[in-house]
């Protein structure tokens, strides 16, 4: 792939997510999801990403984030 | 690497209590970004309201008070006028300031106290189990309005706002929700811009957040923030109603 656009790299403190979802939706390049497969510690479904390397490191999702789980790095 | 987005320092590391995807952990982050990016986190002083944001003085990293119902602005001015060197903010919500405490924000902005009011209106009684506040919208469902809001039973819904802004006291009103990434940012500046009026010491400011309750609305997270967009903004525009050199 042509490396013209910008890369970001997201990391979420799992054991605090809501499983709310905002995240989710907020993404615009839809690449945050709930894990149904894993329980957190508060009982949720914490959000996360598989393909990282699609972020754009734009931060709607930590923008959107009511409880401050999303820190956003710039490659 | 750079960090583009981290953890602010004007919140502490407890977990907040707040229902999945409410939308009052947004506007906390926010007011503790504005609090350290203005560096006043060492002399800012918070008055917590009664309503679900009762235990935000677990949250801020700040000095805080707890006021009774409705009272916040009182107190507030009671610390502002003992200590003036202090920044003084309250957080509020719809029940809270539009209810039980609609005086005390009246006068509070009527006198010209040098303190600033972050009002998140969600448009109920989030914390008591959803009853109807003065915010509800007509038609819209509560505990105590199970039909939904009867205009001709109890008025058309208060627009805090639009009041304050009658008031000569009341040096700065804005209106803004956190519906989406670009809306927070314009929440944020504004939150911003309030808080400085007060450091530049020119009077009242207060910002109304449109806010969601999904919980007692019985909606989604997503579901709340579609709602609160096709049917609070209507009714509740967005944008300010007073600033500092319309006032002069
Ligand atoms: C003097 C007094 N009256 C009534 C109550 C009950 N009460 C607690 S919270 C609340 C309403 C809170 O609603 P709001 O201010 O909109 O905050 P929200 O929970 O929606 O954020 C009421 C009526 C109280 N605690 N004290
Ligand atoms: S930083 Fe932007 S692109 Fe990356 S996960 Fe968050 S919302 Fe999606
Ligand atoms: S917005 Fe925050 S709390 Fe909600 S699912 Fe995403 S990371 Fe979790
Ligand atoms: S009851 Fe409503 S306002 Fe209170 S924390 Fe839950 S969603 Fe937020
Ligand atoms: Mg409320």
Redesign the pocket.
Known sequence: MAKAKVR?K?TFQEDICKGCGL?VS???????SLDNEKINAKGYHPAT?EDMD?????????TMCPDVV?T?ERL | MAVV?KKTKGLTDAQTHYCPGCTHGIVHRLVGEVLEELGVLDKAIGVAPVGCSVLAYKYFNCDMHEAAHGRAPAVATGIKRVRPDNFVFTYQGDGDLASIGTAEIVHAAHRGEKISTIFINNAIYGMTGGQMAPTTLVGQKATTAPNGRDEAHCGKPIKMSELLATIDGAKFVERVTVTTPANVRKAKKAIKECFKLQLEGKGFGIVEVLSTCPTNWGYTPQEALKWLEENMIPYYPLGNFRKPEEVE
């Open positions: 970001g997201v995240c907020a993404c615009p390049v839809n690449i945050i990403i699609e972020c754009i490191g734009c931060a709607s999702c930590a999303i956003v | 987005f």
